[in-house]
């Protein structure tokens, strides 16, 4: 049996690159384009998995695999890409950050990456492809090499294709809540792209994350309280009893010092987090602020109850400790 020589160029170029390669890659290191044809036989022990991008080795592809083997095809022919020349982006980024609306990174049928316009790469196979409108944004360089767009840019990425105005209500708020991404820069990506504000999608997003809506239930919420006549609440304000932190409910009433709080296990991060949540609403209770409290079936369902209970408090406040409360809204 031979044994590769652990000094051979083409092994080290496997080992460095997940056994991902191009053919010019191949050929720069001296392979002749016969012995690549040998290798890609059926049954051989390479295999061709996308225009000229070459794994060195049988079977499937890893997830990390289907990512390198993504950029190599996009990247420009016959060269190595400059840094951020080609980027990761779209739901590839999102779910690969965790995003619980993205879903798991294995999961994904597609890689999704960022060219520049000019590039005359099309899709194919699992990859799709998106070009920047403009110049390409800066990405930066994962720990494993791999260069990706950041979720702010892959949020305004997919933004045209999800017309599923919940899912992507739900991104954002997660990139947000989640720390992913500043406020101010998602809504300056999602802005960016000319006549953003004609997609439902993005125009609904950006309201919601402007008034201070940390998730898709609070976006809901939103809408439902707005249908009713309600005046438009503070979303997650901080509050302050006698200059000290007292909590961040879900929404908040100055004028009448009345609180909404929306108790969902679905859409904490943390089983914790719903338990502070439980608390908070506790909190606000024992200073003596009057709380109102729905589930997001409740409010999808059968919002009656619960908006004439906060209808009736907000005109008739303020209530409880008013003028010991100040607040800042939400960041």
Known sequence: MTRANPLDPVALLGADQQHIATRAQLRRLGVPSGTIAHRLRPGGPWQQVLPRVICLQNGRLTTHQRLRAALAYASPKGRQPQPGEVLLTGFTVLAEAGLPSAGHPADLAE?????????????????RVHRASGAMPGGFQRDDGLWSATVARALADVAPQETGQRRFRALC?????????????????LLARPGALALPQVARAVEDLTAGARSVVEGEAREVLAHAGLPEPLWNPVLFLDGRFLAVPDAYWPHACVALEIDSRAYHLRPSDHERGLARANRLTAAGLPVVRATPVQLRRDPAPALHELTALVTTGPHGPHGRI???RAR
Do not use: Y
Not at 111 to 127: K, S, Y
Not at 178 to 183: D, F, T
């Open 111 to 127: 890689v999704e990456v960022l060219i520049p316009t000019q590039r005359r790469v099309g899709d194919r196979e699992f990859v």
């Open 173 to 189: 708020a997660e990139a947000v809540q989640r720390r992913h991404c500043e406020l101010d820069e998602l809504i300056d990506q």
């Open 326 to 328: 100040s607040w800042r």
